[in-house]
């Protein structure tokens, strides 16, 4: 259908004011998207946190295992 063929002012005043509603429509997705990227972005460095702490107490607690495995060779052998 070509632009032309609507009638002026009925069609124009309807498209204009779809026009106005996909318009609020798309920056309130805009809105949203970036507080969800903002919320992600968050979140992941949150799980970095956390992950790098537990990779700690796992060195530690391998460190400790590893310590304690001589100590008992060594009782045991006497």
Same mark, same amino acid.
Do not use: K
């Given at each position: 259908?070509?632009?032309?063929?609507?009638?002026?002012?009925?069609?124009? $005043?309807?498209? #204009?004011?779809?026009?106005?509603?996909?318009?609020?429509?798309? $920056? $309130?997705? #805009?809105?949203?998207?970036?507080?969800?990227?903002?919320?992600?972005?968050?979140?992941?460095? #949150?799980?970095?946190?956390?992950?790098?702490?537990? #990779?700690?107490?796992?060195?530690?607690?391998?460190?400790?295992?590893?310590?304690?495995?001589?100590?008992? $060779?060594?009782?045991?052998?006497?």
């Amino acid at each position: 259908m070509n632009h032309a063929d609507l009638p002026p002012m009925i069609e124009r $005043s309807r498209l #204009q004011a779809r026009l106005a509603t996909l318009r609020s429509e798309y $920056s $309130s997705g #805009q809105r949203l998207l970036a507080e969800t990227e903002a919320r992600a972005t968050t979140l992941h460095e #949150q799980l970095l946190r956390i992950g790098g702490a537990a #990779q700690v107490l796992e060195e530690l607690l391998a460190a400790e295992a590893g310590q304690a495995t001589p100590a008992v $060779s060594a009782v045991q052998a006497d």
